[in-house]
């Protein structure tokens, strides 16, 4: 290890499962090459410090009470967020800066997540350099700004957002169709497209900003995103491929008895079914998915987290042609260590909302995937997992048993899942060689700590 653990940096995430993990990891990078790390959270979701004890936890008080807003209101929550935190952020870097107490190292820079709007300038009146991390990709990234255009162009307008042309094609960027486009599907455009609209300002005002992804599987969006906000950056992803270590920062309890479970199954024969920390199913969908699952005929690991489905009664309720294929051939958990599962020899698909943890995950692991997006960035995700980079197919014809049974044997059992492994682990031989000594993104973490340096 290097030896910089004379410089601090401040590490801010979005108090959401799926930009907690990506901050985190990016913490044990960073600390891995040398760095002192205090992680400054909310107490909102707030980690768990005993699955860290490198890193210094602090915690703000963000004042938000979760009857507030629906938890599946992101949104709503995160403009929420960026309201109540901005005064106690500020507070506590300052006290950071004159105190420093246990955490004695002097603060080199901060990292916020490129969703919070004040981090930036309260940086700047601290007189502390404050890098932006995207969470995300650098498609939905290039997506965000050109969304002013296709605001302009009528595709937020009532005829559109009302669905009847949710199939068409997005000429200005294809391959993307209008049920793609980020913003479409929530019920508060105006709200998302400001949130998206302020991560780009963030990200053009900021002294940097690093990318969970690498070069070889984004080039021409980074490309592209480079022309637009010319500012230092720093493609140093897959991130879980970065860590020395594996340490988990899940909000819910792992259950690890999928992976005994995932032991006995045969080769690349189980399809892993996740939508991710925030999407919500009705009763009617998740009635389609478990008989879907059933008629599959397939082994299926499939993470039911709680308050995920609207009726709390559903497994009562549900067929028992589902329940004998559950005992026979599948195992429910409320959350599972996903990592190791996609990394597991029998997992042979990964049915996914494609949230960009999730996509990233998969595509490190070679694992093929069955797309579900919902919302936000998750159909450019999918978009370009199915169309661009192949290692994917959509799960098109709607939400219903016939054709979910028939998508997963596609993948699983016939030759077109095989070639689709083919492709994914081309991918996957990618982003490994990406990381290692010499690769794109191994050099560009070495530019990440010389940027970060010259901040003294
Ligand atoms: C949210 C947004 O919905 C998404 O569009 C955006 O890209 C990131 O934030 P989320 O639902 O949290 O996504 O999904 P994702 O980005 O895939 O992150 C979920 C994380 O939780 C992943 O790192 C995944 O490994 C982890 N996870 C999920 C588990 O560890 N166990 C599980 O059972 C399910």
Not at 134 to 144: E, N, Q
Not at 284 to 296: H, N, T, V
């Amino acid at each position: 290890m290097n030896q910089r653990n004379n410089h601090r940096l401040v590490l801010f995430p979005l108090p959401f499962q799926g930009h907690i993990n990506p901050m985190l990891q990016l913490g044990q990078i960073l600390h891995a090459r040398g760095f002192s790390i205090t992680i400054l959270h909310t107490n909102f979701n707030a980690p768990d410090p005993s699955s860290h004890p490198h890193f210094v936890f602090r915690s703000i008080v963000s004042d938000l009470d979760r009857s507030e807003v629906p938890i599946s209101d992101i949104p709503g929550l995160i403009s929420l967020l960026n309201t109540r935190c901005a005064s106690p952020f500020e507070e506590h870097l300052r006290e950071m800066m004159l105190l420093p107490g246990g955490d004695a190292v002097p603060i080199t820079c901060v990292i916020s997540d490129s969703l919070f709007s004040f981090t930036c300038g309260v940086a700047e009146r601290l007189k502390v350099r404050a890098l932006t991390l995207r969470t995300g990709g650098a498609t939905s990234l290039h997506v965000y700004t050109i969304l002013p255009v296709l605001k302009e162009k009528g595709y937020f307008s009532i005829d559109v957002l009302s669905g009847s042309r949710s199939e068409e094609a997005v000429k200005e960027f294809p391959p993307l169709l209008v049920r793609d486009i980020p913003g479409f599907d929530l019920q508060k455009p105006e709200m998302t497209l400001q949130l998206f609209d302020n991560m780009v300002k963030v990200i053009k005002s900021s002294p940097g900003v690093i990318f969970n992804t690498f070069e070889e599987l984004e080039h021409p969006a980074l490309t592209s995103v480079r022309e637009v906000l010319p500012v230092p950056d720093f493609v140093i992803g897959p991130f879980p491929k970065c860590c020395v270590t594996s340490s988990s920062s899940s909000l819910l309890a792992e259950d690890r008895s999928c992976i005994s479970w995932l032991d006995k199954q045969p080769l690349k024969s189980v399809i892993y079914v996740s939508f991710g920390s925030v999407a919500v199913v009705s009763e009617a969908e998740i009635l389609e998915i478990a008989l879907g699952l059933a008629d599959s005929e397939q082994p299926f690991l499939w993470v039911v987290r709680p308050r995920s489905v609207r009726d709390p009664e559903w497994l009562q309720k549900s067929p028992s042609h589902f329940l004998e294929a559950l005992e026979r051939r599948g195992k429910m958990v409320k959350w599972a260590p996903q990592m190791e599962v996609l990394a597991h020899p029998a997992v042979g698909a990964f049915w996914t909302h494609n949230g960009w943890n999730s996509t990233l995950e998969s595509i490190s692991e070679g694992v093929p995937m069955l797309c579900m997006p919902c919302f936000a960035d998750q159909g450019v995700n999918a978009r370009y997992v199915s169309d661009v980079w192949r290692v994917g197919l959509h799960l098109n014809g709607g939400l219903e048993r016939e054709n979910i049974a028939r998508a997963i044997k596609r993948l699983l059992v016939e030759r077109e899942g095989e070639e689709i492994r083919e492709r994914a682990l081309v991918l996957k031989e990618k982003a490994n060689a990406s990381v290692r000594l010499g690769g794109s993104s191994y050099q560009a973490l070495d530019a990440l700590i010389s940027h970060i340096l010259s901040f003294e």
